[in-house]
């Protein structure tokens, strides 16, 4: 069964730093393109990051670029985002999901497999 | 930067049809995914490619695109489907995705 389990989220003080893990189970994860996605508290959902399968080619939005980095171990199934100097508007639910991919071709947009989520805030 | 615009909220009764839209400037050469979230639960993947609905998700689901706006389609709405919608798509360049605002349906 095709699985992602996030982890990591926690209460971080304005400034900080943190690292969000999610791990794959159930899938060719080597292959596949992730990405990360957050929904602020009543808010909507806000794409965050995403990584590339096979190219390794990394894509953020505009309001976490320079602050935030994706990053996968293979070995580990895991994918991972490197939060730094977190403000209080990343104060969120970070959901990691996973790219359908047909035999030839990854589909970014095509989230067909999503985690719970995990539950990040910002505050002192 | 680029923007998806869809309306708060729709309502509608039980085996009414209900129609959500996104627009966007580059939905005429782009394409558009839909996702539903339940209250409390990770979104779910309802219409990919403006039109196909994956394996799984009802046939009163549907969707379409003409010019720079979306449309999702409930043909009979049922109680269970009501939930908040999303379009997701990029911007021209191809690299940066938005979600639209979200559109919470109420069906009854």
């Known amino acids: 069964e095709e699985q992602l389990v996030e982890s990591g989220g926690r209460l971080v003080q304005p400034g900080g730093s943190l690292r969000l893990s999610c791990a794959a189970s159930g899938f060719a994860f080597a292959n596949s393109v992730m990405s990360w996605v957050r929904q602020g508290p009543g808010k909507g959902l806000e794409w965050v990051s995403s990584f590339g399968g096979t190219t390794n080619n990394t894509y953020y939005a505009d309001s976490v670029k320079g602050r935030f980095t994706i990053s996968r171990d293979i070995s580990k199934n895991t994918l991972y985002l490197q939060m730094d100097s977190l403000r209080a508007e990343d104060t969120a639910l970070y959901y990691c999901a996973k790219g359908y991919c047909s035999r030839t071709t990854c589909y970014h947009l095509q989230l067909d497999l999503w985690g719970r989520g995990t539950v990040v805030t910002v505050s002192s | 930067s680029y923007e998806l615009t869809q309306p708060p909220s729709v309502s509608v009764s039980p085996g009414q049809t209900a129609r959500i839209t996104c627009s966007g400037d580059?939905?005429?050469?782009?394409?558009v995914y839909w996702y539903q979230q339940k209250s409390g639960q990770a979104p779910v993947l309802v219409i990919y490619?403006?039109?196909k609905r994956p394996s799984g998700i009802p046939e009163r689901f549907s969707g379409s695109s003409s010019g720079t706006m979306a449309t999702l389609t409930i043909s009979g709405a049922q109680v269970e489907d009501e939930a908040d919608f999303y379009c997701y798509s990029t911007d021209t360049s191809g690299d940066h995705w938005v979600f639209g605002g979200g559109t919470k349906l109420t069906v009854l």
């Open positions: 580059a939905l005429p050469k782009k394409f």
């Open positions: 490619e403006d039109t």
